[in-house]
């Protein structure tokens, strides 16, 4: 099995330097079986998001194709489907895929992130802010 690093994915995504874009696309098309981690998605989107300015759901769009090519394995392919769900529905990818990276054996998620915690809510997850230290 063959891993990429980011830099690939984004080649691949964006298209935006024609020798590395084809041998992006060339690499991720024709090699049999190549496995992506969880933390080059998250620098996927980061990147695309912070560097390229892309709206949420061409981000989304780009994770989407790039994990259902069908010689692609994803680490915890579970986990991600379930993170790219609820960025799907406003909450901040790497949040998300934090939370579903930890859920599978734990209670609740504590954050001091109010954002996170908001929309964590608003999306039913078991998502909340320590208790205050009393004297």
């Not at 496995?35 to 560097?51: D, P, Q």
């Given at each position: 099995?063959?891993a990429?690093?980011?830099?690939?994915?984004?080649r691949?995504?964006?298209?935006?330097?024609?020798?590395?874009?084809?041998q992006a696309?060339?690499l991720?098309k024709?090699?049999?079986?190549?496995?992506?981690?969880k933390?080059?998605?998250?620098?996927?989107?980061?990147?695309?998001?912070?560097?390229?300015?892309?709206?949420?759901?061409?981000?989304l769009?780009?994770i989407?194709?790039?994990?259902?090519?069908?010689?692609?394995?994803v680490?915890?392919?579970?986990?991600?489907?379930?993170?790219?769900?609820?960025?799907?529905k406003?909450?901040?990818?790497?949040?998300?895929?934090?939370?579903?990276?930890?859920n599978t054996s734990?209670?609740?998620?504590?954050?001091?992130?109010?954002?996170?915690?908001?929309?964590?809510?608003?999306l039913?997850?078991?998502?909340?802010k320590?208790?205050?230290?009393?004297?």
């Amino acid at each position: 099995m063959t891993a990429v690093d980011t830099n690939i994915l984004v080649r691949y995504a964006v298209n935006d330097e024609p020798t590395q874009s084809l041998q992006a696309k060339t690499l991720l098309k024709n090699t049999d079986a190549i496995f992506i981690s969880k933390t080059t998605l998250l620098e996927f989107e980061w990147v695309l998001r912070s560097a390229y300015k892309l709206p949420r759901e061409s981000i989304l769009h780009s994770i989407l194709t790039i994990c259902g090519l069908p010689n692609i394995t994803v680490e915890s392919a579970w986990q991600v489907a379930q993170a790219c769900e609820l960025y799907s529905k406003g909450l901040d990818f790497a949040d998300a895929l934090h939370y579903y990276s930890a859920n599978t054996s734990v209670e609740k998620f504590y954050t001091f992130d109010e954002k996170f915690i908001k929309n964590g809510k608003l999306l039913n997850l078991q998502i909340g802010k320590p208790d205050p230290i009393l004297d």
